[in-house]
């Protein structure tokens, strides 16, 4: 069965200092993993996503299929990544299974 | 472009009653989906609906249903409500079957609590 795991529900860090949020998933295909992002009072928005390689608000995640990881980091974490942040799988490019498994989230807090 | 719109925002209803909760997907969006989220857990998947057809479903009991209308707004339909109902329903919308971009646009969500 698919599975998104996210071992830290919480998770604090001061400005400045690198943040790694980890996620690892269980899937035998080729999945998609995104990162979902909801800051406080507003509604869940994607951050990225791993076929894109792409780096948002200085944040990457690159997938690594051995390790079935999808972490998630930045090296200088600002007050304003403070939000929670949900790993979410797809089942694989082509799938008509078009619907997400999600984690059940790392809240990251960023002190000043 | 309001972007996903649900309503209403919070309910209180008892056990055994039923509830209908409502989105409007973001404009130009065709595809709809409903996820429930517990407290302290990440959404999982109840169902998608796309030219008014469930097409998936997710590990959910028959007394959760819903419907498309030809405009693409939906509805969530829960009967004989239990108490591990409450939780917050979130609506999330995309365009085309298979969300090949992967983004899911998401509503603010519907607090259901069940009494």
């Known amino acids: 069965a698919q599975r998104v795991t996210q071992p830290e529900k919480l998770l604090s860090v001061f400005k400045g200092a690198p943040v790694e949020l980890k996620c690892n998933y269980s899937?035998?295909?080729?999945?998609?993993l995104f990162w979902y992002v909801q800051y406080s009072r507003q509604r869940l928005q994607l951050l990225l996503r791993?076929?894109s390689r792409e780096s948002i608000k200085g944040f990457t995640a690159d997938l690594n299929k051995g390790e079935t990881s999808f972490h998630l980091k930045k090296p200088f974490a600002q007050e304003e990544d403070s939000a929670m942040y949900y790993c979410a799988l797809k089942l694989g490019r082509g799938s008509t299974l078009g619907r997400l498994y999600f984690g059940r989230g790392t809240q990251l807090t960023v002190w000043p | 472009d309001a972007g996903v719109t649900q309503s209403p925002t919070h309910l209180i209803k008892t056990r055994g009653q039923q509830v209908t909760l409502r989105c409007s997907p973001k404009?130009?969006?065709?595809?709809v989906s409903w996820y429930q989220q517990a407290l302290g857990q990440g959404p999982q998947f109840i169902f998608q609906?796309?030219?008014?057809?469930?097409?998936q479903r997710g590990n959910f009991p028959d007394r959760f249903s819903g419907h498309q209308f030809p405009n693409y707004s939906s509805e969530l339909n829960v009967n004989a409500l239990l108490l591990g109902d409450s939780a917050l329903y979130l609506c999330?919308?995309?365009?085309?079957?298979?969300?090949?971009?992967?983004?899911?646009?998401f509503g603010e969500g519907s607090r259901l609590t069940v009494l």
């Open positions: 404009s130009g969006h065709d595809t």
């Open positions: 899937y035998s295909g080729s999945p998609e």
């Open positions: 609906y796309y030219e008014e057809e469930e097409r």
């Open positions: 791993h076929i």
């Open positions: 999330a919308s995309s365009l085309g079957l298979n969300m090949n971009t992967g983004e899911l646009f």
